[in-house]
């Protein structure tokens, strides 16, 4: 046997009693609609500023969201063309 086999049988071999596990995640995910303050059912594009903020684009205008409650900027109706 060459050096470099004895060598690789000796680190399998100690790797190999290691515990080698992925780190678990806690993932925590909360459903936000009307309730919370959200101006639309549906979101057609989600972006986080580098506040922090969570911006949501909605037919009825935008929503940021802080973590805790929405801040709506509505559209008027003469702009999105429902007047």
Excluded at 33 to 51: C, H, N, P, R, V
Excluded at 69 to 81: T, W, Y
């Amino acid at each position: 046997m060459s050096r470099w086999s004895v060598w690789l049988i000796v680190v399998l071999a100690s790797l190999a009693g290691w515990n080698l596990r992925a780190q678990e995640l806690e993932v925590q995910i909360k459903v936000l609609g009307f309730e919370e303050g959200a101006l639309a059912s549906q979101t057609y594009k989600i972006q986080q500023d580098t506040m922090g903020f969570v911006w949501l684009a909605t037919f009825n205008g935008l929503n940021r969201h802080d973590g805790y409650e929405f801040l709506s900027f509505e559209v008027p109706d003469s702009i999105s063309g429902q007047a």
